[in-house]
C-alpha cells in the first residue's frame, strides 16, 4: 500500500507552533493540522539533512506499510529510520527526480 500522506515545504526560518525532531535536528508542523495537507520544515544548519535533497526544496510523502520492503529497491540518500517513537521515514529522489519520502507509523 502506499498513500498519500503530505507535501513538504522547506522555510527559511522556523514558524509558530513548529515541533522539535531532535534526532534529525529539524523542526516540522503537523500536516493533519494543516488545510493543504502541507508539512512545513526549518532545518538546523546543523542537522544532518541539512545539505541533502529534502531540506533544499519541497518533498512529497507516502505512507507505507513496510518501509523496509518498499525502500528495498530504491537508492535512498536517506535510509529508513526512527525519528520519533512510531515513525520512521525514509527519503529517495524517485525516477522523475521528485524528492520523495516514505513514512511508516506503527
Not at 7 to 14: C, N, P, S, T
Not at 66 to 93: E, L, S, Y
Request: hydrophobic share 40%.
Amino acid at each position: 500500500m502506499k498513500k498519500f500522506a503530505h507535501y513538504g515545504a522547506v522555510l527559511a526560518e522556523k514558524k509558530e507552533g513548529m515541533m522539535y525532531l531532535d534526532s534529525i535536528k529539524c523542526w516540522a508542523t503537523d500536516p493533519t493540522q494543516d488545510p493543504n495537507t502541507i508539512e512545513y520544515l526549518y532545518f538546523e544548519p546543523d542537522s544532518p539533512m541539512a545539505d541533502l535533497p529534502v531540506a533544499k526544496g519541497g518533498h512529497i510523502a507516502y505512507l507505507v506499510d513496510d518501509i523496509d520492503a518498499k525502500c528495498a529497491n530504491k537508492v535512498c540518500f536517506w535510509p529508513p529510520m526512527d525519528v520519533v517513537p512510531g515513525i520512521r521515514i525514509a527519503f529517495f529522489t524517485d525516477e522523475n527526480g521528485v524528492v520523495t519520502e516514505y513514512c511508516q507509523m506503527s
